[in-house]
């Protein structure tokens, strides 16, 4: 099958569509292309060590092309709290962990406030590679890499989900709606819960939104104790 195809199909599967085959193709080159070409179905059942090595190797999108590396995600696989944000920038894509940059070292100043660190919690992004010039994420390459961060949630199982900024929450509760009015409530992903808060980039361009951040640094806090109790 044609790479582009592949690429298709893996796409369609990553967003939860299912493809039809005809009958003959049953047993067929053509069906174990289709099979390989699912990262749902294999990356669902991944240990971490396997979900890391796939995710290092992975060309589902054209992102590919333009990485330094892949940013897998960075903490313990046991976190009580999973952070999550949209997409590695120029210093992740050169350093291979998310958050290292100065937005990443004002979310270390959020979690310390907080009583947790990078190594205690767990830090992924929605894009495991960096979109060329922090563009935002395109549709097909957030659905393609989903199934990664889903699988990470699966192996984490966090007490709590903080989302930060509009790309990554948006992503997640599949909201249109902005941050500011996702943020200061309770939501659900999968049974997990979920917070919203404003993204540590735009808390440096915008410092006096951080006590709404401490509000829903605290909203976490409370949340993921209920969760863990
Ligand atoms: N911004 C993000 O959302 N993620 C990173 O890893 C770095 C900056």
């Given at each position: 099958m044609h790479l582009d195809e592949r690429r298709r199909l893996a796409y369609l599967d990553a967003i939860g569509i299912d493809v039809w085959l005809p009958r003959?193709?049953?047993?067929?080159p053509l069906e174990e292309a289709v099979a390989d070409a699912s990262p749902g179905v294999a990356v669902a059942a991944m240990d971490w060590q396997a979900l890391r090595a796939c995710v290092a190797e992975c060309?589902?999108?054209?992102?590919a092309n333009t990485r330094t590396q892949t940013v897998f995600g960075v903490g313990s696989?046991?976190?009580r709290w999973m952070i999550v944000g949209e997409a590695p920038g120029a210093e992740e894509d050169r350093r291979?962990?998310?958050?290292?940059g100065r937005a990443g070292k004002l979310l270390d100043e959020m979690l310390r406030a907080v009583g947790e660190s990078r190594q205690s919690v767990y830090i992924a992004n929605t894009l495991k590679c960096r979109p060329p010039n922090n563009r935002d994420p395109r549709a097909e390459e957030s659905a393609a890499c989903r199934p990664y961060l889903e699988r990470q949630i699966e192996l984490v199982k966090p007490a709590v989900i903080l989302a930060v900024g509009r790309v990554a929450a948006q992503n997640l509760l599949g909201s249109d709606l902005p941050v500011g009015r996702l943020r200061g409530r309770r939501h659900e992903l999968d049974g997990t819960p979920l917070v919203v808060t404003y993204h540590p980039a735009y808390l440096l361009r915008s410092p006096a939104q951080k006590r709404k951040v401490w509000s829903d640094l605290c909203l976490a806090r409370t949340v993921g104790r209920e969760a863990a109790a």
């Amino acid at each position: 099958m044609h790479l582009d195809e592949r690429r298709r199909l893996a796409y369609l599967d990553a967003i939860g569509i299912d493809v039809w085959l005809p009958r003959a193709a049953a047993g067929t080159p053509l069906e174990e292309a289709v099979a390989d070409a699912s990262p749902g179905v294999a990356v669902a059942a991944m240990d971490w060590q396997a979900l890391r090595a796939c995710v290092a190797e992975c060309r589902l999108c054209e992102l590919a092309n333009t990485r330094t590396q892949t940013v897998f995600g960075v903490g313990s696989p046991e976190a009580r709290w999973m952070i999550v944000g949209e997409a590695p920038g120029a210093e992740e894509d050169r350093r291979g962990e998310p958050f290292v940059g100065r937005a990443g070292k004002l979310l270390d100043e959020m979690l310390r406030a907080v009583g947790e660190s990078r190594q205690s919690v767990y830090i992924a992004n929605t894009l495991k590679c960096r979109p060329p010039n922090n563009r935002d994420p395109r549709a097909e390459e957030s659905a393609a890499c989903r199934p990664y961060l889903e699988r990470q949630i699966e192996l984490v199982k966090p007490a709590v989900i903080l989302a930060v900024g509009r790309v990554a929450a948006q992503n997640l509760l599949g909201s249109d709606l902005p941050v500011g009015r996702l943020r200061g409530r309770r939501h659900e992903l999968d049974g997990t819960p979920l917070v919203v808060t404003y993204h540590p980039a735009y808390l440096l361009r915008s410092p006096a939104q951080k006590r709404k951040v401490w509000s829903d640094l605290c909203l976490a806090r409370t949340v993921g104790r209920e969760a863990a109790a």
